[in-house]
């Protein structure tokens, strides 16, 4: 009996120099990466960096204003998850599955009828061509696998004719998940894999993505994902000198190894710039030295003013010369300093203002077929942490908290004075409006808001930036500026990790737990769930 034939190794993924402008702003410079098959690179930076304008360069899928150069080797088989599913609201879920199961079905069945036609060498290189498909895929086996990971993403539990356009987010994103859990492809590109999922979903993402052979690159906020998964860190805003020292952006290892070495490079990174900053003013100085640092200009007698004079001139001589020496290193130390470094974007708003009183009281509320709840108390200054799986209606509750959904049963009453939220998809109305401009709005009927510098949440190079053309991340800091812009006593938050950078996260725990008004937040973040002091309302699916 043959050997069975083996599946084809994998490409790698190789950018070359790769570089990404728009009309108003350079996004990315320069990106070399090289992801061998079985390495798991995560994308770290501040939002606004470009990682998801990197994986959708690297995937082809850039808008038209884009200009790009640099080179990128991609494999054939690559797939790109961006942060939002694409499939069509009306589409069933049935119907995404199926298309997905459709090339690999296909591919096993051109296996089976090409065989017949060996023999000839075109029959045998269509024959050879259609196995090295079907093996990449493991064609074969893909029922199987659609099957799987229908069932450990919960989707089995889904109606197969129910539209995705009904489902949650979280749900959506589970979808998705199955399709390339089924494909398996060579190359897989993610987006904030881990936005909307619950623990469970995050688990089984966890294990496809340690068992698939091939490229895995990723953009995530999750801190637990890129310790637990990742292999290497690449940070798009690692500095002027990168995160070895040399300018190098590539980091061995997860987050939680990284984040003590990232703060280390800037550490090297301000003390370098002090350092050329001290000797480039000693070089000035030294270009200005005058003679009587040489030589004490005193007066000639009688007797050897032709000595004077001759001394006079090696003096001269040899001012000139340190004076050409100083000026000669001090061009040389301006040529190569390093750039000042920037100050970091840091939140420094307050979240809320204090209270007083049950600022919130629900009893045996209803939104048919989203949410239930018995009982829920909220005392001012009291932080609450909304928890449950997909499809539980943690974002419905903060919805009717707001007032911006409608309770069909049950009694909900709400007694902050001011109440905020920041739902998970902020609403562009005008995509066309600055940054600043669209928070002005915003907030011109409060009485001395902050400004949206003041906050910290938005580099003010960004704030005359089109909203439209923010990126997700950057999208939702100004969701939050608005938010908190009116000090609320109830503050309410939906996923505000999502997107948001890693600096910015951890940043806004230290504000949770310093916040002085009622807080409700619901968040699938494993990390913060994990810091969790406060108190904790588990929902559940109805």
Request: hydrophobic share 40%; net charge neutral; proline share 6%.
């Given at each position: 009996?043959?050997?069975?034939?083996?599946?084809?190794?994998?490409?790698?993924?190789v950018?070359?120099?790769?570089?990404?402008?728009?009309?108003?702003?350079?996004?990315?410079?320069?990106?070399?990466?090289?992801?061998?098959?079985?390495?798991?690179?995560?994308?770290?930076?501040?939002?606004?960096?470009?990682?998801?304008?990197?994986?959708?360069?690297?995937?082809?899928?850039?808008?038209?204003?884009?200009?790009?150069?640099?080179?990128?080797?991609?494999?054939a088989?690559?797939?790109?998850?961006?942060?939002?599913?694409?499939?069509?609201?009306?589409?069933?879920?049935?119907?995404?599955?199926?298309?997905?199961?459709?090339?690999?079905?296909?591919?096993?069945?051109?296996?089976?009828?090409?065989?017949?036609?060996?023999?000839?060498?075109?029959?045998?290189?269509?024959?050879?061509?259609?196995?090295?498909?079907?093996?990449?895929?493991d064609?074969?086996?893909?029922?199987?696998?659609?099957?799987?990971?229908?069932?450990?993403?919960?989707?089995?539990?889904?109606?197969?004719?129910?539209?995705?356009?009904?489902?949650?987010?979280?749900?959506?994103?589970?979808?998705?998940?199955?399709?390339?859990?089924?494909?398996?492809?060579?190359?897989?590109?993610?987006?904030?894999?881990?936005?909307?999922l619950?623990?469970?979903?995050?688990?089984?993402?966890?294990?496809?993505?340690?068992?698939?052979?091939?490229?895995?690159?990723?953009?995530?906020?999750?801190?637990?994902?890129?310790?637990?998964?990742?292999?290497?860190?690449?940070?798009?805003?690692?500095?002027?000198?990168?995160?070895?020292?040399?300018?190098?952006?590539?980091?061995?290892?997860?987050?939680?190894?990284?984040?003590?070495?990232?703060?280390?490079?800037?550490?090297?990174?301000?003390?370098?710039?002090?350092?050329?900053?001290?000797?480039?003013?000693?070089?000035?100085?030294?270009?200005?030295?005058?003679?009587?640092?040489?030589?004490?200009?005193?007066?000639?007698?009688?007797?050897?003013?032709?000595?004077?004079?001759?001394?006079?001139a090696?003096?001269?001589?040899?001012?000139?010369?340190?004076?050409?020496?100083?000026?000669?290193?001090?061009?040389?130390?301006?040529?190569?300093?390093?750039?000042?470094?920037?100050?970091?974007l840091?939140?420094?708003?307050?979240?809320?203002?204090?209270?007083?009183?049950?600022?919130?009281?629900?009893?045996?509320?209803?939104?048919?077929?989203?949410?239930?709840?018995?009982?829920?108390?909220?005392?001012?200054?009291?932080?609450?942490?909304?928890?449950?799986?997909?499809?539980?209606?943690?974002?419905?509750?903060?919805?009717?908290?707001?007032?911006?959904?409608?309770?069909?049963?049950?009694?909900?009453?709400?007694?902050a004075?001011?109440?905020?939220?920041?739902?998970?998809?902020?609403?562009?109305?005008?995509?066309?409006?600055?940054?600043?401009?669209?928070?002005?709005?915003?907030?011109?009927?409060?009485?001395?808001?902050?400004?949206?510098?003041?906050?910290?949440?938005?580099?003010?190079?960004?704030?005359?930036?089109?909203?439209?053309s923010?990126?997700?991340?950057?999208?939702?800091?100004?969701?939050?500026?608005i938010?908190?812009?009116?000090?609320?006593?109830l503050?309410?938050?939906?996923?505000?990790?999502?997107?948001?950078?890693?600096?910015?996260?951890?940043?806004?725990?230290?504000?949770l737990?310093?916040?002085?008004?009622?807080?409700?937040?619901?968040?699938?973040?494993?990390?913060?769930?994990?810091?969790?002091?406060?108190?904790?309302?588990?929902?559940?699916?109805?």
């Amino acid at each position: 009996m043959p050997a069975p034939t083996p599946a084809p190794t994998p490409a790698p993924l190789v950018v070359s120099g790769l570089s990404v402008a728009y009309p108003r702003r350079t996004v990315l410079t320069g990106i070399d990466l090289v992801a061998q098959p079985g390495r798991r690179i995560g994308l770290v930076g501040e939002n606004g960096t470009g990682k998801s304008t990197l994986l959708r360069a690297v995937a082809g899928r850039l808008p038209s204003p884009a200009r790009v150069s640099g080179t990128v080797d991609a494999p054939a088989d690559l797939v790109l998850l961006g942060q939002e599913p694409p499939f069509a609201d009306r589409a069933t879920i049935a119907e995404v599955l199926d298309l997905t199961l459709a090339p690999l079905r296909r591919a096993a069945a051109d296996v089976e009828r090409l065989a017949a036609a060996t023999g000839t060498p075109q029959g045998d290189a269509a024959y050879a061509d259609a196995l090295e498909v079907a093996l990449a895929h493991d064609a074969w086996d893909a029922d199987r696998r659609a099957g799987l990971a229908a069932s450990h993403l919960g989707l089995d539990r889904l109606a197969p004719g129910r539209r995705v356009g009904t489902v949650s987010g979280g749900q959506r994103t589970r979808l998705a998940l199955a399709t390339v859990m089924t494909t398996r492809p060579g190359c897989l590109l993610l987006d904030e894999p881990t936005n909307h999922l619950d623990d469970d979903a995050v688990e089984v993402l966890t294990g496809f993505l340690r068992d698939l052979p091939g490229v895995v690159v990723l953009a995530s906020h999750d801190r637990v994902l890129l310790d637990d998964v990742c292999t290497d860190l690449v940070d798009l805003d690692a500095g002027e000198l990168g995160t070895d020292g040399r300018g190098g952006r590539r980091f061995g290892g997860g987050w939680s190894a990284y984040e003590e070495a990232r703060a280390q490079s800037r550490r090297r990174w301000e003390e370098t710039y002090l350092a050329q900053q001290e000797e480039i003013a000693r070089l000035r100085a030294a270009t200005r030295i005058g003679t009587g640092a040489i030589a004490h200009d005193r007066g000639p007698t009688d007797g050897d003013k032709y000595i004077y004079s001759f001394k006079g001139a090696r003096v001269e001589q040899t001012l000139a010369r340190r004076k050409k020496d100083a000026q000669r290193r001090l061009d040389i130390a301006e040529r190569d300093q390093v750039r000042r470094p920037p100050a970091p974007l840091r939140f420094r708003g307050g979240l809320t203002a204090s209270a007083s009183g049950r600022i919130v009281q629900v009893r045996d509320a209803e939104v048919a077929g989203r949410v239930r709840v018995a009982r829920l108390d909220l005392d001012a200054g009291e932080h609450l942490l909304l928890t449950g799986p997909n499809g539980s209606g943690k974002s419905t509750l903060l919805g009717v908290l707001s007032g911006r959904l409608c309770a069909t049963a049950g009694t909900v009453k709400v007694g902050a004075r001011t109440v905020r939220e920041l739902t998970q998809d902020p609403q562009v109305v005008e995509p066309g409006r600055s940054a600043l401009s669209t928070y002005d709005v915003a907030v011109r009927s409060l009485v001395e808001p902050p400004s949206l510098r003041e906050l910290g949440l938005l580099h003010p190079r960004d704030h005359r930036t089109p909203v439209g053309s923010l990126s997700v991340g950057q999208r939702r800091r100004l969701g939050l500026a608005i938010a908190i812009a009116a000090a609320p006593d109830l503050l309410l938050l939906d996923e505000p990790t999502n997107h948001v950078s890693l600096a910015l996260a951890g940043e806004l725990e230290e504000a949770l737990a310093a916040a002085p008004g009622g807080v409700v937040l619901a968040s699938h973040d494993r990390w913060l769930r994990r810091r969790w002091a406060g108190p904790e309302v588990r929902l559940q699916a109805l």
